[in-house]
């Protein structure tokens, strides 16, 4: 994304504008609300010069079709910066709405002006409309009549008055027209002291600048403001903030903007937005919230603590049976009420709350931590009942029937190491009708003979009684599985792997470690990518330590609590595409004392290091004339020779010394 305030944006709009008065068929003239304004040239008229070049701009304006010309204005550049100043300040009482002086380099503008007396070598910082009235290289014509169609002659006129060249503009009627789109609120952000928004609307609108008006407490007529403004260029959309500190607390203010192209004509209202200069980050939300089971009323009572109740409209309550999703709004209450009774709530079901803070406005600005609470049931479950188990490849495998609606959790006891007593051996969570549970292979020992019991847990944590004690022997050999499932992909300079969650089903399980073979390298085997062991439940792994453009292939082993090993998993290859890089854009040339300087645009991209410039002359092969580092943008080419036309084009250069497609070419005489 790229930022610029609001002085580049108007630096960087129609600056081919500025270029236009070279030639007879370009657009060198533009209707604005009040007058026509004339580019001349990009010389600069200075009067004072020592090479003897010293002109002037005559401007004659005719009806069309009527070749009656009238004497407009004959302009003359200021003579020092006390002059320039002046004429700025008249430049601004003419336009309707301008940058002010206090906003603009003078001096830097003044310096650059008189040391290349060429507008197009000022850069943006003669892009201002201003600034070009004020150096009389554009003209503001206000004595003509609406709605007729004009053409003006451009004459360049030497010391001693004589016609140098001459040029006509295109037709041309006022006042202008801003065709843009609606700009629409995007955001904003609320504070007690500032207020930022920002407005959005499709890249090709070429807005030079904005107004903002606004208004207060809905009361009175919108007056024009002058907040701090800043223009953003977003992919395909431009964006308009403003940050208003001249905003009062807890006032609410309603906001629009009227956007004006580089001639000052206006264009669509925005959206109007309202807001309140308030700020949430000072309300801390609801705290110290309790829900517990009230007997009394057969339901769970929520109650909390809140310290600024007199910034509230009130709170809405929300409920789910998920800790994530599910929420619906089951009551809304007073800011200044501290308690509420859920009559709804049904027994044994575990419940999620949160409480959302409103404003004045109602916008749902924020929202308290989730808490959970349970109706209990002081009756005991029944235990399971008619268990079914056999001896498989897989393990021990044990089934039964769901014995209540709000039994979910088995606690599972199993006789361990040599002795025969039982002991909570696992904890089966599940609301299936029919619940199976195995007890993996990697964990029994062979023909030893294993004592289960069962007990079922309601939500409220009532515990059954022991289920039937069944005896089962194991007639399977230990072995341990490599992980199955192993996929992967590329994104965002990394590679993310996942293969199967053996932990759900072997408890015995210690870890996993990810292996990597790399094509590049000399290493033909795998090598691991970490020492240590990765989590029994952790299922995944991100490698950040790989390289665009190269090749790898990656497997999976498992370690279990009994130092077991597994072989490596199936594996699977993933290429890394390298980064494509762009040359220079914008490339640009001009005659200097010294030689030809180029300048260019730098492309967004981090993997390059530098850029190579390239000349050539008909008939000769392109040679490397410089070499620059990534940070800058221009080059002065001292080797040329008056007279000779000479091309250029420019190569970005990565850090492996790959270079890119050349820049567009651009040719000048010396």
Not at 272 to 301: C, H, Q, W
Not at 360 to 383: C, D, I, M, T
Request: glycine share 4%; charged share 25%; net charge negative.
């Amino acid at each position: 994304m790229k930022t610029r305030i609001l002085f580049l944006v108007v630096s960087v709009i129609l600056f081919s504008d500025l270029l236009s008065a070279q030639t007879q068929t370009d657009k060198i003239a533009f209707a604005g609300p009040n007058g026509i304004f004339i580019n001349t040239g990009i010389e600069i008229p200075f009067q004072n010069s020592d090479n003897n070049n010293s002109f002037k701009y005559k401007i004659e304006r005719a009806l069309v079709d009527q070749d009656l010309w009238t004497e407009v204005a004959l302009l003359t550049a200021p003579e020092n910066f006390d002059s320039f100043k002046e004429s700025l300040m008249i430049a601004n009482s003419q336009l309707q709405d301008s940058i002010p002086l206090s906003e603009l380099p003078l001096e830097l503008i003044w310096q650059k002006s008189v040391e290349m007396q060429r507008l197009d070598s000022l850069k943006y910082l003669g892009n201002p409309l201003n600034v070009k009235l004020a150096l009389a290289v554009c003209y503001l014509d206000k004595q003509i009549e609406t709605n007729k169609e004009y053409i003006y002659r451009i004459s360049t006129l030497d010391k001693t008055g004589n016609v140098v060249q001459s040029f006509t503009s295109n037709r041309i009627s006022y006042p202008g027209k801003f065709k843009s789109d609606l700009f629409k609120v995007a955001d904003r952000e609320l504070s007690d002291n500032f207020i930022r928004i920002k407005w959005e609307a499709d890249k090709f609108i070429r807005t030079a600048r904005f107004k903002v008006f606004r208004r207060e407490n809905f009361e009175n007529s919108f007056t024009e403001i002058f907040p701090v403004k800043v223009f953003n260029e977003e992919n395909t959309k431009i964006s308009i903030s403003i940050i208003d500190t001249s905003v009062n607390s807890n006032k609410t203010y309603q906001y629009f903007i009227i956007p004006t192209d580089h001639y000052q004509n206006e264009g669509l209202e925005s959206d109007t937005v309202v807001a309140i200069a308030f700020s949430f980050s000072k309300v801390f939300p609801p705290y110290s919230i309790n829900v517990v089971s009230e007997d009394s009323i057969e339901g769970l009572k929520l109650n909390w603590k809140f310290d600024n109740k007199d910034k509230l409209v009130s709170f809405k309550i929300f409920r789910s049976t998920s800790a994530d999703t599910g929420f619906i709004e089951i009551s809304e209450v007073s800011g200044f009420d501290s308690a509420y009774y859920d009559f709804t709530a049904e027994p044994l079901v575990l419940y999620y709350y949160y409480l959302q803070l409103n404003d004045p406005l109602n916008e749902v600005p924020l929202q308290s931590a989730k808490v959970f609470g349970l109706y209990k049931s002081k009756n005991k479950p029944q235990p399971p009942f008619d268990l079914v188990y056999q001896s498989t490849n897989e393990g021990i495998k044990i089934e039964w029937n769901r014995p209540g609606d709000y039994v979910n959790t088995y606690r599972i006891f199993r006789n361990i190491g040599d002795d025969n007593a039982l002991a909570e051996y696992f904890i089966l969570h599940s609301k299936d009708s029919v619940i199976q549970f195995i007890d993996s292979i990697s964990i029994l020992t062979e023909n030893r003979v294993y004592y289960y019991s069962i007990k079922s847990e309601t939500n409220s944590g009532v515990l059954s009684e022991f289920s039937d004690t069944i005896r089962i022997a194991s007639k399977i050999k230990m072995a341990i599985q490599a992980p199955r499932q192993l996929i992967g992909s590329a994104y965002d300079g990394s590679v993310n792997l996942y293969w199967e969650n053996l932990f759900e089903n072997v408890q015995s399980i210690l870890g996993y470690k990810v292996f990597r073979k790399n094509y590049i390298s000399s290493s033909d085997g795998y090598e691991a990518l970490f020492d240590t062991l990765l989590p029994p439940k952790i299922n995944n792994y991100v490698d950040t330590s790989v390289i665009a453009g190269n090749k790898y292939e990656y497997a999976v082993k498992v370690y279990d609590i009994f130092n077991n090993e597994s072989e490596l998993s199936s594996s699977i290859i993933i290429n890394l595409e390298a980064l494509p890089f762009l040359p220079p854009a914008g490339i640009t040339a001009v005659n200097t004392d010294r030689g030809v300087l180029l300048s260019w645009q730098t492309p967004l991209q981090e993997n390059i290091s530098e850029f190579k410039i390239y000349r050539y002359q008909r008939g000769d092969d392109p040679k490397v004339v410089g070499v620059v580092k990534k940070e800058e943008t221009e080059f002065l080419d001292k080797g040329v020779n008056d007279g000779n036309l000479y091309f250029y084009f420019i190569t970005s250069v990565d850090y492996k010394s790959n270079e890119s497609l050349h820049s567009q070419e651009i040719g000048i005489r010396r």
